[in-house]
C-alpha cells in the first residue's frame, strides 16, 4: 500500500495516511467554513486506524469529544490536520497532504448550508446535506 505524507503549516506535526480513500468531497457545512476559515472544507475519507502521527503526537489540540467526533489540530500553529468521525471514518484535510492523493473531490456536500458569497462553478454533484 501507497502511503502519503501530511503535516501542519509550521512543520510541528507530520503523519501518514495510506493511499485508500474511499472518497473525497467538499464539505459546504457551516462547521466545516469555521474549522478552515474557507467557502468549503476538502477532504478525503479513510478507515480510523489508518492515519498515524508521525511527529509532533504530544503537541496535538483536540477539539470536540476524544471518545466521539473530533477535530485534531496542531497546538503549535492551529493548523486544522484530519476529523475523527464517530462512525470509524477519519476526514484527512486535503490541504494537508504532502504527497499528491489517487483520489479526487467527487461531490459536495451540505450545499443547502453554503457560504452564501461562494458560488459552486464546477459539474460535481451536489447534496443538501449526507450523500444517500
Not at 470509524?88 to 452564501?116: C, E, Q
Request: hydrophobic share 35%; aromatic share 10%.
Amino acid at each position: 500500500m501507497t502511503m502519503l505524507r501530511g503535516g501542519c503549516l509550521c512543520g510541528a506535526v507530520g503523519y501518514e495516511v495510506e493511499d485508500a480513500f474511499a472518497a473525497a468531497f467538499y464539505c459546504h457545512c457551516s462547521r466545516c467554513r469555521r474549522a478552515t476559515g474557507s467557502a468549503f472544507k476538502p477532504m478525503a475519507s479513510i478507515r480510523t486506524g489508518t492515519l498515524r502521527v508521525t511527529q509532533g503526537e504530544d503537541g496535538l489540540l483536540y477539539y470536540g469529544n476524544p471518545a466521539e467526533t473530533h477535530d485534531i489540530h496542531c497546538g503549535q500553529c492551529g493548523s486544522f490536520l484530519f476529523s475523527v468521525i464517530d462512525n470509524g471514518n477519519t476526514h484527512v484535510a486535503m490541504g494537508t497532504l504532502i504527497d499528491v492523493p489517487s483520489v479526487r473531490p467527487s461531490f459536495h456536500m451540505f450545499v443547502s448550508s453554503k457560504a452564501p458569497w461562494y458560488e459552486i462553478t464546477d459539474d460535481l454533484p451536489q447534496f443538501e446535506g449526507l450523500p444517500a
